[in-house]
């Protein structure tokens, strides 16, 4: 079987001319510009490419963008004065601490720092309890746009195995959230789960997000199943620098019913779920 490549780039196109069009009708309609802050702390080199896509995307929907990139040694007290100064500040709608931060800050302090309302990652102690609950918050990005992608390729997931290999705050756990929301059964595996190969084995739907490259297997995947690929991955590959996910994507795809590839896939879907979330935030903002 060859599976069906899930476009992740071409379905977020779509997500983020929606979000350009809500943008179009706020300014005309109440004359409000969405407006997203993201801070960097330190000089590291893949959070740099990523904060600089996001301030693309951004403006590209039509957004007031700020960056505010902060020294490797900026002290926690601070941090905490910008994030109070962006949350007191009516144009910035949505926060965006982008992670990991160096060590001597701590990220639960930092994260629980940012107005809840204005947390476009959805990692605030306070949207982690309502998305935990089933209740509106803010939702992480990355499994939204999983979700997203999950729900077009499906429609209902009603009753479906779900299983998820990784147990970050990022990304597993809020996964396993919005899926038993959705209503399938779900399993959260991760590195001392014993017979991974045959959790795995047992999933209509695979999510990956270990950030180990080419992990997984094809002959770990259930035929039909659809995969959900969340890593992005560096290697040396012929003296080139390749992205490639936690799912090796050759063997994967010649089982699976559907598989979004990398790059290409989960990617794109977080930022343009990044753009949507901070619509979100600034509607909600303006009730
Ligand atoms: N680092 C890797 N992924 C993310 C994300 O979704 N949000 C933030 N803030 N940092 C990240």
């Not at 005309?28 to 600089?52: C, K, M």
Request: charged share 20%; with cysteine.
């Amino acid at each position: 079987m060859n599976a069906k490549i899930i476009d992740g780039k071409g379905f977020a196109a779509t997500v983020r001319d929606r979000v350009a069009k809500t943008v179009e009708r706020l300014k005309a309609d109440a004359g409000i510009t969405p407006g997203l802050a993201v801070v960097l702390v330190g000089e590291d080199p893949a959070s740099e490419v990523y904060v600089r896509s996001k301030g693309k995307a951004t403006l590209e929907a039509g957004m007031n963008s700020w960056e505010h990139k902060l020294d490797a040694d900026t002290s926690e007290q601070d941090l905490l004065a910008l994030i109070e100064r962006l949350n007191n500040d009516p144009a910035v709608h949505g926060i965006l601490v982008q992670l990991p931060l160096p060590d001597h800050l701590d990220p639960d302090v930092v994260i629980n720092a940012i107005d809840p309302a204005k947390d476009v990652d959805g990692f605030h102690i306070s949207n982690v309890g309502l998305l935990g609950t089933g209740q509106k918050s803010m939702v992480p990005c990355t499994p939204l746009g999983c979700l997203l992608m999950l729900r077009e390729h499906h429609g209902s997931l009603s009753g479906l195995n779900a299983v998820i290999v990784g147990r970050s705050n990022i990304v597993g756990k809020p996964m396993a959230q919005l899926l038993l929301n959705d209503s399938c059964t779900v399993t959260i595996a991760h590195s001392r789960t014993r017979d991974l190969a045959e959790v795995c084995r047992n999933a209509d739907i695979l999510v990956a997000a270990v950030g180990r490259p080419r992990m997984i297997p094809g002959d770990w995947v259930k035929p039909g199943a659809t995969v959900i690929d969340v890593g992005i991955n560096r290697i040396e590959s012929e003296g080139k620098t390749r992205l490639v996910g936690d799912v090796d994507f050759a063997s994967a795809s010649a089982v699976a019913g559907a598989i979004t590839p990398v790059p290409g896939g989960v990617g794109p879907m977080t930022i343009a779920c990044l753009l949507a979330n901070t619509v979100t935030a600034c509607s909600r903002a303006h009730g």
